[in-house]
C-alpha cells in the first residue's frame, strides 16, 4: 500500500509538535471533531500535512473558494510530491442557467463556458480517489455538489490487460459508452483515434499522456504510454483501467430505468400545469424533455445529464444527491479551513 512521504528541509518548531502528535491521535482514537487554532502564517498547513503523513488516510482538504483552495493545492504538492495531491472545484467559467419568462414567452437557454483544465483535474482527482489511499484533494465547496454515482462510474471503466481476448471494435464500442469521442485527426482529451490495429486513447484526467493499444486479431499485444504530440514512446507497461471522459455514465439498463422514471415524471408534471392552465409552461417542457430523452435513448448522454442525476441513481423525491465524498473510502479524512 503506498504511503505519504512528506518532502522538507525544516522541522516543526514551537507548538507544532504537540498539535502534530495530539491531532493525530485524536484521528486515530476515532475522534469526529478537533480543531487547529493559529494566527496567520503560524504553519497551520504544515501541521495538517504532518498529521496527513502521520495518520496515513485518504484526504480532502475544504476551503471556502478557488483562490484559498488553489494556494492549499500549491502548498500540499510541495509538501508531497511523490503522492496524488488534487484539485477539485467547480470547472465552470461562467454559468447562465436556463430560465422561462411566461409574459413574453422567452426562453433563455442553459449557457456555459467550462475550463477545461479544471475538467481535467476533477476527473484526475475522482481517478486517484478510486485507484489509491495517498491521495490529498484540495477542493471548494463544489465537493458537495451533485456528482455522478461513484459505483457506476467504476463498474464503467475499462480494463486493458495484454494478451487478454478483447477486440478492436469492442473496445472502441466500450469507449464510446463512456463518453469518449472518436477523432482520428484532432487528437485532444476524452478523445480515441484509430489506425489499422491500433487504439490510441486520451484520457480525461491526462494532460500530455495519452494510451496506445495494439491489437493482433483479437488480443491485446501490447500496452503502451505515449507523449500526446509526438507520439513518442514513454513507457510500456502490462495493464491499465481507462476512467469514463464523464461523471455522468450509466449502463443500458441503468438509462433504461431512468428514461422511465423521467417520463412518469414528465408525464405529472405536464398535467398539473394543464389542470394551472399554463399550456405554453406544459408544451415547453414536453418539448425540451423529450428531446433530452431522445439523445439519452441514441447517444447515451445529453447537454445537462446532471438534471435528471436523481433519476440515474435510483434516489427518492428529497433524497441528497452523490457528491466527491462519495468517491472516497469510509476511513477517509476530511479537513476544512475557515
Not at 399550456?279 to 439523445?295: H, V
Not at 436523481?310 to 433524497?319: C, N, Q, S
Request: charged fraction near 25%; hydrophobic fraction near 35%; proline fraction near 4%.
Amino acid at each position: 500500500m503506498s504511503s505519504f512521504k512528506l518532502v522538507l528541509n525544516f522541522s516543526p518548531k514551537g507548538d507544532q509538535p504537540y498539535a502534530i502528535e495530539s491531532l493525530s491521535k485524536g484521528v486515530l482514537s476515532g475522534k469526529k471533531h478537533q480543531v487547529l487554532l493559529g494566527i496567520t502564517g503560524s504553519g497551520k498547513t504544515f501541521t495538517i500535512a504532518h498529521v496527513i503523513a502521520k495518520v496515513e488516510k485518504p484526504t480532502i482538504v475544504i476551503a471556502p473558494n478557488k483562490t484559498l483552495a488553489a494556494q492549499l493545492y500549491s502548498e500540499f504538492k510541495e509538501l508531497f510530491p511523490e503522492n496524488a495531491v488534487e484539485y477539485f472545484v467547480s470547472y465552470y467559467d461562467y454559468y447562465q442557467p436556463e430560465a422561462y419568462i411566461p409574459a413574453s414567452d422567452t426562453y433563455i437557454q442553459k449557457d456555459s463556458s467550462i475550463n477545461e483544465m479544471i475538467d481535467k483535474l476533477r476527473h484526475s482527482a475522482t481517478r486517484s480517489v478510486l485507484s489509491r489511499r495517498d491521495v490529498i484533494v484540495v477542493a471548494s465547496v463544489s465537493c458537495i455538489f451533485g456528482l455522478g454515482a461513484p459505483e457506476e462510474y467504476l463498474a464503467m471503466s475499462i480494463d486493458l490487460e495484454t494478451n487478454t481476448e478483447l477486440s478492436r471494435d469492442k473496445l472502441i464500442s466500450d469507449l464510446v459508452a463512456i463518453h469518449y469521442d472518436r477523432n482520428d485527426i484532432d487528437f485532444h482529451r476524452g478523445v480515441f483515434r484509430v489506425r489499422g490495429d491500433r487504439v490510441e486513447i486520451f484520457p480525461s484526467y491526462e494532460e500530455d499522456l495519452a494510451v496506445r493499444i495494439d491489437f493482433f486479431g483479437d488480443q491485446i499485444e501490447n500496452i503502451s504510454e505515449i507523449d500526446s504530440l509526438k507520439g513518442n514512446v514513454i513507457n510500456c507497461i502490462k495493464n491499465i483501467s481507462i476512467y469514463p471522459a464523464s461523471h455522468y455514465v450509466s449502463k443500458k439498463n441503468i438509462l433504461k430505468r431512468a428514461t422511465e422514471s423521467i417520463i412518469a415524471e414528465l408525464k405529472d408534471r405536464i398535467e398539473y400545469f394543464r389542470h394551472e392552465n399554463k399550456l405554453i409552461e406544459a408544451q415547453r417542457i414536453e418539448e425540451r424533455t423529450n428531446f433530452d430523452l431522445e439523445m439519452m435513448q441514441e447517444l447515451g448522454y445529453c447537454n445537462g445529464i446532471e438534471n435528471y442525476s436523481r433519476h440515474l441513481t435510483g434516489r427518492k423525491r428529497g433524497e441528497p444527491p452523490t457528491t466527491l465524498l462519495d468517491y472516497f473510502p469510509d476511513d477517509f479524512l476530511v479537513c476544512i479551513d475557515e
